[in-house]
């Protein structure tokens, strides 16, 4: 007699595994982005005064925590890392606010923006 949860295995890997997909594609894709402009990311993190040196680290990150994901190992750790490193993004790089791209970008994903 099959277990009674037995159904419900497959359907739950298939969405883990679409998850881990659709968060991997994020990082990953923003890792092959910066590799391919090393240069252009480089003094952009140097106009806001991050030293240029850090970018291997990030492509690691991006790209190695990225293919860990997809592959499911080390899946909470590389998580918590990619959740410190994007408050750590929008800290360092996303949070003036006075700007108006850095504003749509909080502002996005709370309410839309009443038309003036």
Known sequence: MPAPN???AKPAAVG???GRL???QIFVHEGWTIMSKFGDAATYMQK???SGRLLPAVIALELGGG???VVGAFTRPVASAFAIFCMLTAVLFHA???REEDHDRCQKCEHPRPAQ
């Open 6 to 8: 037995a159904g419900l």
């Open 16 to 18: 883990l595994l679409v």
């Open 22 to 24: 659709l968060l991997a």
């Open 48 to 50: 806001f005064g991050v």
């Open 67 to 69: 293919l860990l994901i």
């Open 96 to 98: 003036q606010f006075a």
